[in-house]
């Protein structure tokens, strides 16, 4: 079996020693993974908002999900290879921008009225988000001991937690109550603009912020056997848990995005909760909030507990807890939605640091390949919808059990390091 270590070289930047770089940087990049869990998981405001505006079917609202996670699948193959040329440092600043240039266009789409020029401005902002997934992601891993690399990335993915756990009150209170609030379908419509706007000026900050800072200039070192030389000389699809870990990441991502985007129409249920969608949209801090909180404490346990084990327990409790939610009613159904959240934590992180294990000078195009499967996103709530709109929101929920019975397996068996014979 083929296996290199992740190694640094040409560090530019320095201080008084190379783990307070790395202290410094880690530090910078957590505002990037805050900025992109809060607008990805306005999503799940978005959705029952423009719902209403627009008349649509659970499917066609899910589009917003479809062409907001739509873009990993298009733009991460070429947002690897861009990062590759770039840099990771130029890779987060073009991501940025990009993803600004996709807020402003909620403008023109709200005057408009039109929900097609929505999901266009949805995918050019995911199509930044995504740059900046390809981008920060390996540079986490890489930023110290490749053996704790599953431990930093789940802190930093703490932080993008927080980032969904503040949005939903964001959303709740400038975009669905001054819809409510609204006479009209344009007025509200435009409740969007000006939330979208200043998170563009937000993102366009941070751009300029990273183009000024000096950051640690990593690279992946070419220390391969002599012995192992032909087999590492091939791609990342060689190796059998980077393909599994891409599947996973498919089913984990499309579950954690199909649970928040029915949230808001599960606790509305009057056989749930009965709650108003804006009050409904604040309980979606909740399964946010458990999966910040779940993360914060698994960067700690996963430095003694193996990051296989956890993940398979995690996803055995996510099954337990969703068949609760559409086998019961009521108070009990709505808490055991919402702890989904909470063993969702570790999940993400989790995965991309076990599939991107040992790939050497390929973890460059993993990480894109890992990307292009967040893809899982645009296709399971749509399908998620579709079961909605046919047996109930409730019994939709079937769904993500599926996902959480794979990544079971991959916590299990499927993550450990294999290379693929040609």
């Known amino acids: 079996m083929a296996s290199s270590s992740i190694q640094t070289q040409n560090i530019e930047y320095s201080t008084k020693g190379g783990s307070e770089n790395y202290t410094f940087a880690l530090t910078s990049l957590t505002s990037l993974f805050f900025?992109?869990?809060?607008?990805?998981?306005?999503?799940?405001?978005?959705?029952?908002?423009?719902?209403?505006?627009?008349?649509?079917?659970?499917?066609?609202?899910?589009?917003?999900?479809?062409?907001?996670f739509g873009a990993y699948f298009i733009v991460s193959l070429p947002a690897g290879l861009l990062v590759k040329k770039l840099g990771y440092q130029k890779g987060i600043v073009l991501g940025l921008v990009i993803a600004a240039i996709g807020c402003l266009c909620f403008y023109p789409a709200a005057n408009m009225h039109s929900y097609p020029v929505f999901l266009m401005a949805l995918f050019i902002l995911a199509s930044g988000i995504t740059v900046l997934q390809v981008s920060a992601n390996p540079y986490v891993s890489m930023l110290g001991d490749a053996k704790t690399a599953s431990s930093r990335l789940t802190m930093t993915q703490a932080f993008n937690a927080l980032g969904t756990t503040v949005a939903p009150f964001f959303g709740a209170f400038l975009i669905l109550n001054?819809?409510?609030?609204?006479?009209?379908?344009?007025?509200?419509?435009?409740?969007?603009?000006?939330?979208?706007?200043?998170?563009?000026?937000?993102?366009?900050?941070?751009?300029?912020?990273?183009?000024?800072?000096?950051?640690?200039?990593?690279?992946?070192?070419?220390?391969?056997?002599?012995?192992?030389?032909?087999?590492?000389?091939?791609?990342?699809?060689?190796?059998?848990?980077?393909v599994l870990g891409a599947v996973g990441i498919f089913v984990y991502v499309g579950a954690e995005v199909a649970i928040g985007s029915f949230l808001v129409s599960f606790l509305a249920d009057p056989t749930i909760a009965g709650l108003e969608e804006s009050e409904a949209a604040k309980y979606i801090a909740y399964y946010w909030g458990g999966a910040m909180v779940g993360r914060f404490v698994g960067a700690v346990v996963m430095q003694k507990v193996a990051a296989g084990k956890a993940l398979f327990f995690n996803a055995t409790l996510a099954v337990i807890l969703i068949l609760v939610a559409i086998l019961s009613s009521g108070t009990l159904a709505m808490v055991a939605i919402l702890l989904v959240g909470l063993c969702n934590s570790i999940m993400f992180p989790t995965i991309f640091s076990l599939a991107i294990n040992g790939l050497g000078k390929h973890t460059s195009q993993g990480s894109g390949i890992l990307c292009l499967a967040i893809v899982g996103g645009a296709i399971i709530p749509l399908f998620q919808g579709l079961l909605a709109d046919t047996i109930g929101v409730q019994q939709a929920f079937f769904l993500p059990i599926l996902c959480y019975f794979f990544i079971a397996y991959y916590g299990l068996s499927g993550s450990k390091v294999k290379v693929i014979a040609n």
Do not use: R
Not at 49 to 68: E, I, N, P, R, T
Not at 201 to 230: E, H, V
């Open 35 to 68: 900025m992109w869990g809060f607008i990805t998981c306005l999503n799940d405001i978005l959705i029952p908002h423009l719902k209403g505006v627009f008349d649509l079917s659970y499917s066609q609202a899910m589009l917003v999900q479809f062409c907001f």
């Open 178 to 242: 001054h819809a409510s609030e609204s006479m009209s379908a344009q007025a509200s419509a435009e409740a969007v603009q000006m939330p979208y706007v200043f998170l563009a000026a937000m993102l366009l900050g941070l751009a300029a912020i990273f183009a000024w800072l000096k950051l640690p200039n990593l690279s992946i070192a070419d220390d391969i056997d002599d012995k192992d030389l032909s087999k590492d000389t091939g791609s990342a699809w060689q190796y059998s848990h980077l």
